[in-house]
């Protein structure tokens, strides 16, 4: 097990070492660091979220660690007026070598069925970029439907995208789930949710996941709100009950296969 890739779908860091603004979790780049020592062989998606962290600081950071950082770019659609300007900046962003761009509907404050939501989603296949969508859609401020209709819409209206459900819809992870199995550009990840609900019977829908969708699962451990230590050895009691090849499925060949374009050119 310690020995197999950790590609870890969700990491976030910072030069200043806060968190969203906060200083509640450590999210220092000398923390991850350290902790990626005691989890190695280890790889991660290294995520901006847009309005909270800096692009630029990122792309600083994942140039100097390309053996560890797969660099994704906050992106906020409903800052836009224009279906050009999300055209353009998402040129800019993989013309920049960012491998893909995270849509945070909840913390930016839009709908996630937005048409500058999807037109941002159904863009980024042709700019040839991945999509890291946070599918904890809930707000206090406005209605949306159910995680796994707002997941079949965007599966439907972006069939071409190559999309990472972050976190799984949580307690709607086995309704993703059957959305999943039918579509080849969908990842199912649990980043979050394995953590924050482990003891519930979301445990069992996860075991159900690995079993039986190994080919479209992934894992990652939402530093800095959960260390990667944790994260592994929590992620131990699930993988080990697989088969290897399935374990490799989900620990790292999953996202190996989503980014293999973006890592030809840049590694």
């Known amino acids: 097990m ?28 000398t923390r991850l660091l350290k902790e990626i020592e005691t989890v190695k062989p280890y790889r991660a998606c ?6 909270h962290s800096d692009n630029d600081e990122l792309a600083a950071i ?11 770019a906050g992106f906020n659609p409903a800052t836009h007026t224009s279906d050009a300007g999300i055209e353009s900046e998402l040129a800019e962003l993989a013309e920049r070598g960012f491998a893909g761009i995270k849509l945070h509907p909840r913390l930016n404050d839009y709908d996630p069925l937005d048409a500058r939501c999807l037109k941002a989603i159904s863009h980024a296949a042709r700019c040839k970029l991945v999509v890291l969508i946070d599918t ?6 406005r209605y949306v439907a159910h995680p796994a209709d707002i997941i079949d819409r965007i599966a439907f209206s972006c069939p071409d995208t190559r ?36 003891g519930s019977s979301l445990d069992d829908d996860i075991r159900f996941a690995f079993r039986s969708l190994d080919q479209r699962t992934t894992v990652g451990s939402d530093f800095p709100e959960y260390s990667l230590p944790e994260v592994r050895h929590h992620l131990a009691r699930f993988l080990d009950e697989l088969p290897q090849a399935k374990s490799d499925n989900i620990f790292f060949k999953n996202l190996d296969r989503f980014f293999a ?6 590694l």
Request: no cysteine; aromatic share 12%.
């Open 62 to 72: 994942a140039s100097q660690h390309r053996d560890l950082f797969v660099p994704i």
């Open 261 to 266: 374009e973006w890592s030809e050119r840049y």
């Open 163 to 198: 999309i990472v459900l972050l976190h799984g819809g949580a307690g709607a992870l086995l309704d993703i789930y059957e959305i999943v199995r039918m579509r080849v550009n969908l990842l199912l990840d649990t980043s979050f949710t394995l953590m924050r609900y482990a």
């Open 46 to 51: 290294l995520v901006n979220i847009a309005g």
């Open 136 to 141: 904890l859609f809930r707000q206090k401020g």
């Open 2 to 29: 310690t020995e197999t890739l950790f590609f870890d779908s969700l990491t976030h860091t910072s030069h200043r070492g806060d968190w969203l603004g906060q200083e509640k979790f450590d999210a220092s780049l």
